[in-house]
C-alpha cells in the first residue's frame, strides 16, 4: 500500500489494519432479520397496518439520499430499513426526489435506519429518536486502482542547491521528496477519477519549511503516457504563511507527533472538491510540544494553491487520533478528546460487538471495506445511547455481495467522531472526516483484526 493512499485511509481505516478472515462467501449474513418488513413503494403513505392510528409522539419525515461525485444527486431504489426494539421492521423505497417517507412511534424505539441499493455503499444509523438531520449519502465505491498506472514523467527546475522538492498530482502514485540537486521525477497516473485535472505541483523545502512552490499545467488525463513535463520553481519565495493553531489536551508531554518530526510530511493538501478521494500536497504542517502546550503549525499561500485540508495525527495507546483543520485563518481551536472505550469485538462478524465511549462525541462508527486499500462499503453509524449493540441488518434482498462485501475478508474499523457543522450520515468516498456532509473536526479510529474462520 502506497504511502499516498495510506494518507488518505488513515482518518478512518488505518494503514496497519489487517483483514480479518470473513467466514461467510459473501452470503445474506445480515439480511432479513426478525419478521417480514412491509414494504413502501416509492412515494407511498405509510398504511395504517404499519403505524397505528394513536401512536405518539412519533418518529416521522422524509428521508432524503443522494448520491455522488459532486454536485450530488437524488438517489432513487434506495431501500430503507426501520427496526426498533421489538417492533415489525418497515421499509420503504426512495422515489425519483431521492426521497422515502418514514413515520414511526417513538414508543418502539429507538430506532435504526438502514439505506442500502444493490452496487452502492450501505448506511445505517441505530438509536435515532427522531427524524435523522441532514441527508445520507450512498455513492458507488471506486476503490484506488492496484495496477494499470501511466508514466508521468518531467523535470522540477529552479529549486535551491540544499533544498528537498516534493512532486505530487491529484491520483498519482507516491509522492516522494527529490533530493538536492535532483531535478527529473517519474510517477503513475491512475483513471479512477478521469475528469481530475493532471497537474504536477512542485513544494520547496529548505529546512523543513516551505519556500517556494509552483504547478504545471494541466494534461489530460486520457491514458496516454506523459513525458517531458515541465514544472519551474519561482525565483522569489512564494510568500508562505505560518497558521497556528493551539491544541487543547489534558497531557500535552504525553503526546507526540507521528510523521511530524525532522523532515516533515507534507499534511496540508488540496483536497478534490469533486470526488473527495484525492489529494495534492501544498504545505508543511509541524507539532510545537512543551510541557505545557502543544500547538500545529501550517505553512501556507494563498490563491490558487491554497489548502482546504491540514491534519494532525497522534498515537496513543493503541488509538489514532486525527485532528483535521478546514480553515487556514487563525480562527481554528483543535482538542485531544478523551476516548475511554472504542473495539469492535466478536466470534464472528454476525456476533461483532461494538463497545466505545468517548467524551463529548457525536457519533461511532464502524466501517466496513473489503480490505485496508478500499472504500468502505458499510459505514454504521451509533449514537452514543445506543451502546453496546451488533450491527444492524441489511433491507431485505440486499446481500453483502451486492454492497461489495463478503468474498473472503471484512477489514472493520472503530471510529469516534466529533462534529462541528451537523451529522454525517455518510461522507462520501474519501472515507474520512474531511469535507462531507458537516465537516468532521475530529476523527478517533482503532481497527481490529480478528481471525473469523
Avoid: K
Avoid at 405518539?56 to 431501500?79: D, M
Avoid at 469485538?345 to 471495506?369: E, I, M, P, R
Amino acid at each position: 500500500m502506497t504511502l499516498r493512499r495510506c494518507l488518505l485511509l488513515l482518518a478512518l481505516a488505518g494503514c496497519d489494519a489487517q483483514p480479518s478472515a470473513f467466514d461467510r462467501d459473501g452470503g445474506a449474513l445480515f439480511d432479513g432479520g426478525s419478521g417480514t418488513p412491509d414494504v413502501l413503494a416509492p412515494g407511498d403513505a405509510p398504511r395504517p397496518d404499519v403505524i397505528a392510528p394513536g401512536d405518539a409522539p412519533r418518529l416521522a419525515g422524509r428521508i432524503r439520499v443522494v448520491t455522488g461525485p459532486a454536485p450530488v444527486r437524488p438517489l432513487r431504489g434506495v431501500t430503507i430499513r426501520a427496526v426498533g426494539g421489538d417492533a415489525m421492521p418497515v421499509e420503504a423505497v426512495t422515489d425519483e426526489a431521492g426521497e422515502a417517507a418514514m413515520d414511526l412511534p417513538t414508543r418502539g424505539g429507538p430506532w435504526t435506519l438502514t439505506a442500502a441499493r444493490r452496487g452502492f455503499s450501505a448506511v445505517s444509523i441505530v438509536g435515532l429518536t427522531e427524524a435523522p438531520d441532514g441527508v445520507i449519502r450512498l455513492d458507488a465505491p471506486i476503490d484506488f486502482g492496484e495496477g494499470g498506472g501511466v508514466r508521468l514523467e518531467g523535470t522540477i527546475t529552479g529549486a535551491a542547491r540544499d533544498a528537498f522538492v516534493w512532486f505530487d498530482a491529484l491520483n498519482t502514485d507516491l509522492s516522494m521528496p527529490l533530493s538536492p540537486g535532483q531535478t527529473s521525477f517519474q510517477t503513475l497516473y491512475y483513471l479512477e477519477f478521469p475528469e481530475l485535472p493532471l497537474a504536477v505541483t512542485a513544494l520547496e523545502l529548505v529546512d523543513g519549511h516551505a519556500t517556494r512552490i509552483a504547478r504545471s499545467q494541466a494534461l489530460v488525463r486520457d491514458g496516454s503516457p506523459r513525458d517531458g513535463v515541465t514544472v519551474t520553481l519561482p525565483a522569489a519565495p512564494s510568500g508562505f504563511r505560518t497558521v497556528t493553531v493551539p491544541i487543547a489536551t489534558p497531557a500535552p508531554s504525553s503526546i507526540a507527533g507521528v510523521g511530524l518530526r525532522g523532515d516533515p510530511t507534507p499534511r496540508v493538501w488540496q483536497l478534490d472538491t469533486q470526488y473527495q478521494r484525492s489529494t495534492v500536497s501544498v504545505g508543511v504542517a509541524r507539532l510545537a510540544v512543551t510541557p505545557s502546550a502543544i500547538e500545529a503549525n501550517f505553512e501556507v499561500v494563498d490563491g490558487e494553491l491554497a489548502p482546504n485540508l491540514g491534519a494532525v495525527r497522534f498515537e496513543a495507546d493503541a488509538v489514532t487520533t486525527n485532528l483535521f483543520v478546514h480553515r487556514f485563518d487563525g480562527a481554528e481551536r483543535l482538542s485531544v478528546p478523551n476516548v475511554t472505550a472504542l473495539d469492535a469485538s466478536g466470534d464472528s462478524l454476525g456476533a461483532l460487538t461494538v463497545q466505545a465511549s468517548a467524551d463529548g462525541a457525536d457519533a461511532f462508527g464502524v466501517f466496513l471495506a473489503p480490505s485496508i486499500d478500499a472504500a468502505p462499503r458499510w459505514r454504521c453509524f451509533f449514537l452514543p445511547g445506543a451502546l453496546p449493540a451488533r450491527l444492524p441488518d441489511l433491507p431485505a434482498g440486499v446481500t453483502l455481495a451486492d454492497i461489495g462485501l463478503g468474498a473472503r475478508s471484512v477489514n472493520v474499523a472503530t471510529i469516534a467522531f466529533w462534529m462541528h457543522a451537523g451529522r454525517v450520515w455518510a461522507t462520501p468516498n474519501s472515507d474520512g472526516p474531511v469535507l462531507g456532509y458537516g465537516a468532521t473536526v475530529t476523527g478517533v479510529y482503532r481497527t481490529v483484526s480478528n481471525a473469523w474462520r
